[in-house]
T-cell receptor
Framework: EPEVTQTPSHQVTQMGQEVILRCVPISNHLYFYWYRQILGQKVEFLVSFYNNEISEKSEIFDDQFSVERPDGSNFTLKIRSTKLEDSAMYFC???????????FGPGTRLTVL | GNSVTQMEGPVTLSEEAFLTINCTYTATGYPSLFWYVQYPGEGLQLLLKATKADDKGSNKGFEATYRKETTSFHLEKGSVQVSDSAVYFCALSSGSSNTGKLIFGQGTTLQVKP
């Protein structure tokens, strides 16, 4: 069964450093998403991506964040200058055009020191 | 704005007990409703969904009915197993958002003891 994959599973970085989180969505899907979950809190929407552009973003997704689909298979989330409060689990998700069900990856745990 | 509220956890049950996890929502338009489950160390998996009022979603013995009059989507299972121990998330996808983003509740941890 096709699945969404994410790498790395855990990323540790120093405050102020750039990080790139990688996702490979399900191959025939058209809509891509990033969510995050700070420890003990709810899962929050960050951004949605369709037709090679951002279709919606939340207030959390400020100028420090960017997304890219560089090669037709990967979908990346970049944080330019990490802050302590960026420490969280980041989930990638995708869905096809006809269904509203999103399929999630296993997540990347980001720890900012 | 749109929101989802779940009952506080953790919920601790003995094996074969009846489970209810409450979920209520606030939304404009006609949202689709979902339950996702997160097993320890894993990502979010879709458990069941319902797309319109009075629909019942079901999977693996779990059920939830879309109640528009009470704006609820409570998760139930007649007889839980130890393997059902996980975190359960209620979510909605608003019809007013053409991106289909999901809005989640805070999650409810279920612990089932043998």
């Amino acid at each position: 069964e096709p699945e969404v994959t994410q790498t790395p599973s855990h990323q540790v970085t120093q405050m102020g450093q750039e990080v790139i989180l990688r996702c490979v969505p399900i191959s025939n899907h058209l809509y891509f998403y990033w969510y995050r979950q700070i420890l003990g809190q709810k899962v929050e929407f960050l951004v949605s991506f369709y037709n090679n552009e951002i279709s919606e973003k939340s207030e959390i997704f400020d100028d420090q964040f960017s997304v890219e689909r560089p090669d037709g298979s990967n979908f990346t989330l970049k944080i330019r200058s990490t802050k302590l409060e960026d420490s969280a689990m980041y989930f990638c998700a995708s869905r096809d055009g006809g269904m509203d069900t999103q399929y999630f990856g296993p997540g990347t745990r980001l720890t900012v020191l | 704005g749109n929101s989802v509220t779940q009952m506080e956890g953790p919920v601790t049950l003995s094996e074969e007990a009846f489970l209810t996890i409450n979920c209520t929502y606030t939304a404009t338009g006609y949202p689709s409703l979902f339950w996702y489950v997160q097993y320890p160390g894993e990502g979010l998996q879709l458990l069941l969904k319902a797309t319109k009022a009075d629909d019942k979603g079901s999977n693996k013995g779990f059920e939830a009915t879309y109640r528009k009059e009470t704006t609820s989507f409570h998760l139930e299972k007649g007889s839980v197993q130890v393997s059902d121990s996980a975190v359960y998330f209620c979510a909605l996808s608003s019809g007013s958002s053409n991106t289909g983003k999901l809005i989640f509740g805070q999650g409810t941890t279920l612990q089932v003891k043998p």
